[in-house]
C-alpha cells in the first residue's frame, strides 16, 4: 500500500490529515507513506528562519508512532526545501519524506531514497529506489549466540570440544581451542541449535494438529503429547528471545520481554543503515560494486597503514617518578587468582559486542567451569609478559557509511 501525500502547511490544517492516517488499517500490509509532509520532527531537520512550533512537530511525531512508521534510509542530504530567501531569512527544511511500516522494510529489503538536485523549484525532487538486490560481500564473521547456552545439549557440546588434547599452552592453547570450537559451533547451529524459526513453526503446526485431535476424541495419549510439546515449544521461543536483543544491540529492553516483531525490525535497520552502497575516492571516482568497494578499501588501509613516518621517538622513561609503595608494587605485580579473572569476565555485559574472534561474554559465563583453567592460565600468561599472539591482537576495518 503506498500513500501520497501533500500536506497543509499550517498545524491546524495539517492535524486532521495525521487523524486520518492514525485510523488506517494496513493490516499486515507492506506500507509506504511519501510526499510533501510539511513538517519537522525535530529543529535538527531545519536551518535558519523562524523556530518552528513543538506542539506541530509532537502532533506529527504522534502520528508517526501510532502508524508504526519509520523513516526510509537516505543516501543524501537531509534537506529538501529551501525559500529562496535572501540574507538572515534564508531557511531550509525537510519537508519531503518517505516513511515505512515494519512489513514494508522487511519485504523490500535495501529500499532507500535520496534528495537530487534542486534547479527551478523550491523543493528538491526525491526519488525512491525499490528493487536494489542484496549484494554480497563475502560470508559474515562468526558470532556466538547466547541462544545456544539454552539448548540442553550445549555444555556437554562444548566440553566433549573443549577437552580434546593440545600439545601447546597458555594463550596459544587457549587460542587453538577457541578455533576449534568456532568450527564445531558454526556445524551444530546448521544442524541442531540454529533452527530456530523452522523447529517453532513446527512445534505450532504440530500444538494445532494435536488440539484438533483432543477436540475430536478426548484421548489422555493426545493431551499428555500436547503438553509436551507446549512445553517444548516455550523452550524453542526462550531461545528466540535470547536471540534477537543479542542481534539488535538494544540494551535498554529487559531480557525475556517478547517483541520480536520489533527487535526483527531493528536488525533490519541496522543491517540497512551500515551497508555501503557505494564509496568516492578522492579523485572523485565512483566505486558501486562490492568487488570495487572491496578492492578500493583494500588499496586504501594498505597504502595508509604501510605509510612510515619518520618520527623521532623520545626516551621520556627518566621524567617518570615513582609514585607508589613497594607492597603495591609487589601487589600488582602478583598473578591474578582465579576469582580475580572470573569477576573481570562475568563484569562485561552478556549481550556485548564480541571480540574478532566472534566469542561474547555470554559463552565465557556459561561455560566458565570448562574454561576456566585454560582461562587463568592464559590471562597469568599474559601478566607474565607473554606476547599476544594473532588471534588476540587482529582487529576489523569497518567501513561506516
Known amino acids: 500500500m503506498v500513500t501520497f501525500v501533500y500536506a497543509k502547511c499550517t498545524q491546524l490544517e495539517s492535524r486532521g490529515l495525521w487523524e486520518e492516517h492514525g485510523n488506517i488499517q494496513v493490516n499486515e500490509s507492506p506500507w509506504l507513506v511519501v510526499g510533501d509532509i510539511n513538517a519537522i520532527r525535530s529543529d535538527s531537520e531545519r536551518l535558519g528562519g523562524n523556530p518552528r512550533s513543538l506542539l506541530a512537530m509532537s502532533e506529527f511525531n504522534g502520528c508517526v508512532d501510532i502508524c ?27 519537508l519531503y519524506r518517505a516513511l515505512v511500516n515494519i512489513n514494508f522494510s522487511n519485504t523490500f529489503g535495501l529500499t532507500f531514497m535520496e534528495y537530487l538536485t534542486r534547479k527551478s523549484s523550491d523543493h528538491c525532487p526525491m526519488m525512491v529506489h525499490l528493487s536494489l538486490p542484496r549484494s554480497s560481500y ?9 541462544m545456544w547456552c539454552l539448548h540442553e545439549s550445549f555444555s556437554k557440546f562444548v566440553e566433549d570440544v573443549w577437552v580434546q588434547p593440545e600439545c601447546s599452552h597458555g594463550l596459544l592453547r587457549l587460542a587453538a581451542k577457541l578455533k576449534k570450537l568456532k568450527v564445531a559451533l558454526k556445524m551444530g547451529n546448521r544442524n541442531s541449535f540454529g533452527k530456530v524459526d523452522l523447529t517453532i513453526k513446527a512445534l505450532e503446526e504440530k500444538m494445532e494438529f494435536l488440539d484438533f485431535q483432543l477436540q475430536e476424541m478426548r484421548e489422555p495419549k493426545v493431551e499428555a503429547e500436547l503438553l509436551l510439546t507446549k512445553m517444548e515449544l516455550v523452550e524453542w521461543e526462550a531461545r528466540e528471545e535470547s536471540r534477537w536483543p543479542q542481534k539488535a544491540k538494544r540494551k535498554w529492553l529487559q531480557e525475556g520481554e517478547q517483541n520480536s516483531g520489533f527487535f526483527h525490525a531493528s536488525v533490519n535497520q541496522r543491517w540497512k543503515a551500515t551497508f555501503v552502497l557505494s564509496m568516492h575516492l578522492a579523485d572523485g571516482k565512483t566505486l558501486a560494486t562490492p568487488e570495487e568497494i572491496h578492492q ?29 609503595s613497594e607492597e603495591d608494587n609487589r601487589w600488582l605485580c602478583d598473578a591474578p587468582s582465579v576469582e580475580e579473572v572470573r569477576e573481570a569476565v562475568f563484569s562485561i555485559p552478556k549481550h556485548s559486542l564480541p571480540g574478532p574472534d566472534g566469542f561474547g561474554s555470554g559463552f565465557y559465563m556459561a561455560c566458565w567451569e570448562i574454561l576456566k583453567d585454560d582461562v587463568v592460565e592464559a590471562t597469568r600468561e599474559f601478566f607474565n609478559g607473554a606476547s599476544l599472539p594473532r588471534f588476540y591482537s587482529s582487529s576489523y576495518i569497518v567501513l561506516i557509511p
Open 68 to 94: 508504526g512508521l519509520v523513516e526510509m534510509r537516505s543516501q543524501s542530504r537531509i534537506i529538501s526545501w529551501c525559500n529562496g530567501h535572501e540574507g538572515s531569512s534564508r531557511s531550509w527544511a525537510r
Open 138 to 146: 563475502g560470508p559474515s564473521p562468526f558470532h556466538f549466540q547466547n
Open 296 to 324: 578500493g578499501a583494500l588499496d586504501h588501509f594498505r597504502t595508509f597503514l604501510t605509510l612510515r613516518l619518520n618520527v623521532q621517538q623520545v626516551d621520556l622513561i627518566d621524567l617518570v617518578q615513582p609514585l607508589i
